[in-house]
Nanobody
Framework: VQLQASGGGLVQAGGSLRLSCAAS????????MGWFRQAPGKEREFVSI????????LYADSVKGRFTISRDNAKNTVSLQMNSLKPEDTAVYYC???????????????????WGQGTQVTVSS
């Protein structure tokens, strides 16, 4: 799977951004999709996961209630709507894919074989 993330940018605290990830190369609906992020000087961390049919979603506690993951299998895209952004959300955000048609999703990045190039999100205070 080739993944292309977009939608990052600079936003003030309290603002919103919508990230998108376009997939190609394999059957998109055969894959669980995830968003991960890496802040400067920190390890990459899980943000949100969505199962192949959007039946299951999972969020990190730090973004629960503020971020919403969604997917459109007809358009081969996965999105992350980010509201009420905080300076601590500043990071490079990566989309990732895992071959899975299970309703069970996993958050560990080691389970995701394909990765996009990342898009920078900067939240100013």
């Amino acid at each position: 799977v080739q993944l292309q993330a977009s939608g990052g940018g600079l936003v003030q605290a309290g603002g919103s951004l919508r990230l998108s990830c376009a997939a190609s190369g394999r059957t998109f609906s055969d894959h669980a999709m995830g968003w991960f992020r890496q802040a400067p000087g920190k390890e990459r961390e899980f943000v949100s996961i969505i199962s192949w049919n959007a039946g299951t979603t999972l969020y990190a506690d730090s973004v629960k209630g503020r971020f919403t993951i969604s997917r459109d299998n007809a358009k081969n895209t996965v999105s992350l709507q980010m509201n009420s952004l905080k300076p601590e959300d500043t990071a490079v955000y990566y989309c990732a894919a895992r071959f899975s048609r299970s309703s069970t999703v996993v958050a560990g990045e080691k389970y995701y074989r394909w990765w996009g190039q990342g898009t920078q999100v900067t939240v100013s205070s």
